[in-house]
């Protein structure tokens, strides 16, 4: 079976497209075939002035033009959309997705803070570790950072916070953001085991890159702190000529590692997971079950 999803986030715009098949032993594979992302930025114009500008509009359309047809060439067989926290915030937004829809019959649903921490846990990553563990999601985009809490296995909690990577660079995240942040994870942490952080999205995956850490092994607090200082002393032109980065990820990649790291402070965690997904992954991990649970109730 050929899924997508398709991310449209607060920095950029994702199509992944998947092969799901379940292997001999009753497991589910899922394979990455394509994945495709463009710096739409809708953050700059909507933490900033409230709507998405014409001009940005319509580069929404195109794209989403551009990978209708992309799916059309893989024959994918199933897709879900999402818009994240710049649509959330936009006020133009259901006019815009309702262009998509006529133009595109891509049908994009606008999800809650709680949704998106949610899809993200679809990857079941924490399942494949020690269960006796507590184990944090930690998931930071342009417009918000998703927060999803094991331990023993068991959900304890899920939250959202606007804070993002392009609210800080537009520096509309105040102390007062920051301080119901620190308090809400010291107190809901608070007595439970050992926590390890798991985190995704585009910033901590492009920083589990250049650490060249093998596949599977963490990265430690230390190791943040030192890329933040690092990132921090330079500009935006020179993160980009010394650390190979596009544009729109030099200029995010400092606040969203400060994210992380006052993050995993809070919890009293001292390492962090990579396993290199993020919310695309998730969706298609949840288009899949509800496929799957039609299937069987119309058997």
């Avoid at 899922?30 to 900033?48: A, N, Q």
């Avoid at 897709?79 to 937004?93: E, F, H, M």
């Avoid at 890159?209 to 002393?233: C, M, Q, V, W």
């Avoid at 998730?282 to 288009?287: A, F, R």
């Amino acid at each position: 079976m050929r899924l997508a999803a398709i991310d449209i986030g607060s920095n950029a715009a994702r199509l992944l497209i998947n092969d799901v098949f379940e292997e001999p032993h009753g497991k589910i594979a899922f394979i990455k075939v394509e994945m495709v992302r463009v710096p739409l930025r809708l953050g700059f114009d909507v933490f900033t002035h409230g709507k998405i500008a014409d001009t940005k509009a319509g580069k929404i359309i195109k794209t989403l033009k551009a990978y209708q047809l992309l799916m059309e060439a893989y024959d994918v067989e199933h897709v879900i959309a999402c818009g994240t926290s710049a649509l959330r915030d936009a006020a133009n937004a259901n006019e815009i997705l309702e262009k998509v829809k006529l133009e595109t019959g891509i049908d994009i649903q606008i999800i809650s803070g709680q949704q998106e921490a949610s899809y993200i846990y679809e990857n079941h990553i924490a399942e494949n570790m020690n269960k006796d563990e507590s184990y944090l999601y930690i998931d930071v985009g342009g417009g918000s950072t998703e927060l999803t809490f094991f331990s023993d296995g068991k959900l304890v909690f899920k939250e959202s916070f606007n804070i993002g990577t392009i609210r800080l660079l537009k520096n509309q995240v105040n102390e007062t953001a920051w301080d119901t942040m620190k308090e809400f994870i010291k107190s809901k942490t608070k007595g439970f085991h050992h926590v390890t952080a798991i985190g995704s999205g585009g910033n901590i995956n492009k920083i589990y890159s250049l650490s060249k850490k093998k596949e599977g092994k963490p990265l430690t607090l230390e190791i943040l702190r030192d890329y933040h200082r690092e990132f921090n002393a330079l500009t935006v032109d020179q993160r980009m000529t010394l650390y190979k980065l596009r544009e729109d990820r030099a200029d995010v990649i400092v606040p969203a590692l400060l994210i992380y790291i006052n993050v995993l402070r809070w919890a009293d965690a001292d390492e962090i997971f990579v396993p290199q997904i993020g919310l695309a992954d998730g969706l298609i991990h949840s288009l899949y079950e509800a496929i799957r649970t039609k299937q069987d109730s119309s058997m």
